[in-house]
Each structure stands twice: as C-alpha cells, then as structure tokens.
C-alpha cells in the first residue's frame, strides 16, 4: 500500500510540474521513500523521469530498496 501511495505522489508530483503548478516538497517525496514506498518511488522515476538527476533519489532511493529488503529478510529468515 506505501509502494502504490509513494508511486502516485510521484505521478503527482510530475503532473504538478509539467503544469507548473504547486508542487509536493522533496521532503515529503523522500519521506514516502523511507516509510516503505521506495519500490514504488524507484518505478514512477524512471517511468516517469522524475527527481532521477537528484542525487538524494539518484542514490536514496535504491539504498532505501537494499535497507528494506534486507530487514525483511531478517524477519522472514
């Protein structure tokens, strides 16, 4: 559920900025990320091209997919 909300905030947030509209915060977009929606937020930037030259999501958000999985591995092994 985290993957498909961090996914649509994205979309969102693309939509916003082509319109050259009111946009959501990095902060925000990065919080999304780290709370479980890195998975969905790594699909929308490169479905979307969106924050993919931003070096806080060129990088955070692969390493937040790496961190999570590897918690999940510990709990599921």
Do not use: C, Q
Not at 4 to 13: E, N, S, V
Not at 23 to 46: C, D, H, N, P, Q
Not at 49 to 65: D, E, M, Q, S, Y
Request: hydrophobic share 55%; no cysteine; aromatic share 16%.
């Amino acid at each position: 559920m985290t993957n498909l909300l961090a996914f649509m905030t994205f979309f969102l947030d693309k939509r916003r900025a082509k319109a050259g509209s009111w946009r959501i915060s990095e902060k925000t977009l990065l919080t999304m990320v780290w709370v479980g929606g890195a998975f969905g937020a790594y699909v929308a930037m490169r479905l979307f091209r969106h924050k993919t030259l931003k070096p806080a999501f060129r990088l955070g958000v692969p390493i937040a997919i790496l961190i999570h999985a590897g918690i999940t591995a510990y709990f599921i092994f």
